[in-house]
């Protein structure tokens, strides 16, 4: 790490691929330039939230004229590393992990899945989704010679920590774990869960107290 | 909705259940108090909006003393409903649809997959991890008839606003999205969209940054 680099806050970081989508809805309808107050009002987020966040990149745009939109999203590509493409590997080719090889989202924003990795004997030396299932035991040798910079894991939530545990040990600094359970990872390694449940349990706040309201039960 | 209910900011409710899920990994270690302090740190949040966001549900701790962990799960599962069962619809019951029918992080957390639709004629009529699968045309109906709160869409991107404009139609008030796609809903119907590609972003911010100090592709 260079002395120079600013180190900007992970909660920061998390923002800036939701600026990035908003940004790219706008450049879908043809808008050019955007206020701190407009983004905010898409996100949710406050003007002077955004620009806070933006400040620790740099100058995105002049006081008073708006952020051009073109430029913006070219800028939030660069810093968030998304003008090259990055090879993914998904461990666990259960029903999960098929869905998650053939899933069309990942391709067409730079995430290609190369390898797919499990533990069962039934499975290895099996296709998933157009790829070989290699035996995990050999993930080091197969995931350096595919060049993989991300790992998902789609395991059962008994088996996440020790196959997180196995990644990191192979050099794999980005973990994307749908398994439902957090694990425990180094500093230097980056992990997000996918929890469907914690979305799901944002909502039932808002039924519960229409329900409340209403005095029924559905 | 009446006078006397406080509007809390969505921001707020969706932060709830991170706490929860926070305090439940406290209670199995078997810690019985914690500080706003301590469950800022675990979380990455600061104590003080730690505080802020639980005042707006009363006091849950006394100054100084920090918090009874068994009180507040119990206050914050209260809060966010979740002190009962909700009845869950999965519409598309492809590769997507049907490891969602399969997930074990629902059933455990009060969220039973109660019924499936499709609009394809193959799939109607056959069975998708052991329910009968719907017309989705007829949505409505057995959707009411089974009492379901929530509908999660796994349905090809192209499919989704359709899909979900009719779930709305149909009643729905609360839609999980797997779709790669946002989709618009009125200002009463809560939707939350499983993105996975917004966390692989957050990720290669780091990678790419590390990459760029060590002169290295990986």
Redo the contacts between chains.
């Keep these: ?2 002395d120079s ?1 600013i180190e900007v806050p ?2 920061v ?2 923002r ?3 600026y ?2 908003a940004l790219l ?1 706008l450049e879908e309808s043809r808008i050019e330039v955007i206020s701190s107050q407009e983004l905010g009002a898409l996100l ?1 987020v406050t003007p002077a939230q955004i620009r806070k966040d933006f400040s620790y990149f740099g100058k995105f745009g002049k006081q008073g004229s708006g952020y051009d939109v073109n430029h913006l999203v070219e800028q939030l590509r660069q ?4 003008h090259r493409t ?1 090879n ?1 590997a998904v461990v666990g080719v ?3 992990g ?3 090889i ?5 391709q067409s ?1 730079g ?1 290609r899945v190369v390898c797919a990795f499990e533990s069962s004997d039934k499975l290895i030396g099996q296709m998933a989704g157009g790829l070989l299932v290699h035996d995990f035991a050999n993930f080091k040798e197969v995931s ?1 010679s595919e ?4 790992a ?1 894991v789609a395991v ?2 008994s088996a996440a920590q020790d196959v997180i545990d196995q990644l990191v040990e192979g ?1 794999i ?2 973990i ?1 774990n749908y398994a ?1 359970k ?1 694990a425990i990872v180094p500093s230097n390694v ?1 992990i ?1 869960n ?18 409340q ?1 209403n005095g029924t ?2």
């Design positions: 790490m260079s680099r992970e909660v970081v998390e800036l691929p939701q990035l989508r809805l949710q810093i968030l590393g998304l990055w993914v259960g029903r999960l098929r869905s998650i053939s899933y069309p989202g990942f924003q995430f350096q060049n993989v910079n991300i998902i059962p939530a050099g600094r980005a994307l439902p957090p980056k997000r996918v929890d469907p449940v914690i979305s799901l349990q944002s909502m039932t706040y808002h039924l519960n107290n229409v329900d309201n039960d559905c």
